[in-house]
């Protein structure tokens, strides 16, 4: 039997953005789903909201890479829970040659950032629809919207992801169902991060954020309709500059700062 109360499912939620997430929603009275991969420290968290905010958080440990997986774990909410919010936010990035990397991180990109996301929606997308207002947030990345050399496939991911989201929210109209896509740009989730961004120089810090003031403003944003959500008056500022400065010169002024990643 279902649980009577309405539940939000987080993707990626042991750190980062998927962690202020759950938190912030917490905060707003949601309660929660929690998803990472094991020994994440996720059923700590959960422990923590419930005490803090006297919300039900409810962790679920798996690798959402699997295909297998990913369908138990969908399944096992779609049987037991009442979700109208979904929040797809777990993903991965990084900084290599293409010709550098193996092929199990470049599938592991490729399965976490798009396959996972589309089929948690695919497979949630019946149980969201029974509600009269349901949300779906991907979060996406202010790399959507341009190549990135030497990350080459994680931005392509996100456009993947930007492109399903806007694609799918209108095909939703009138359904009840609400797609959301948040495009934020740099912001520190764990420190391997944060290195990366520091060596990149002053041109990549000055977009940065935190992952508490991204989370908040999106979810507000979402809160109020909106649709497509850049977080940061210079990550929009950025956006601009990327929807008309010519390609070939933004590819190559941005090779020499991310190029800075692998020194």
């Not at 996972?116 to 959507?144: D, F, G, Q, V």
């Not at 456009?159 to 399903?164: E, K, N, R, W």
Request: net charge positive.
């Amino acid at each position: 039997m279902k649980a009577n109360d309405n539940y939000t499912l987080i993707t990626g939620a042991s750190t980062g953005l998927g962690k202020e997430m759950a938190i912030e929603c917490a905060r707003r009275g949601h309660n929660l789903l929690l998803v990472a991969l094991p020994e994440s420290g996720l059923q700590e968290l959960c422990h923590e909201i419930h005490l803090t905010y006297g919300r039900s958080a409810i962790s679920y440990e798996c690798d959402l890479a699997n295909e297998y997986a990913l369908e138990k774990m969908a399944c096992w909410m779609n049987n037991n829970f009442s979700i109208d919010w979904l929040i797809n936010n777990a993903g991965i990035g990084g900084t290599k040659r293409f010709e550098d990397a193996s092929a199990d991180y470049l599938d592991r990109i490729i399965h976490l950032n798009k396959r996972a996301t589309t089929m948690i929606t695919y497979l949630l997308l019946p149980e969201l629809k029974r509600h009269h207002e349901a949300l779906i947030i991907n979060i996406s990345s202010l790399a959507a919207f341009g190549p990135l050399p030497y990350k080459t496939v994680y931005p392509a991911s996100k456009a993947f992801i930007y492109s399903f989201s806007r694609g799918l929210g209108r095909e939703l109209r009138g359904t009840g169902v609400r797609v959301v896509v948040v495009t934020p740009g740099p912001f520190i989730s764990n420190p391997d991060v944060a290195s990366r961004i520091m060596k990149q120089g002053l041109l990549a810090r000055l977009g940065v954020m935190s992952a508490r003031e991204i989370t908040i403003r999106s979810l507000t944003c979402a809160e109020r309709g909106q649709k497509v959500i850049i977080p940061g008056l210079w990550n929009k500022v950025n956006w601009l500059l990327m929807r008309w400065v010519p390609e070939e010169l933004r590819l190559s002024l941005m090779s020499g700062v991310v190029k800075k990643e692998l020194l």
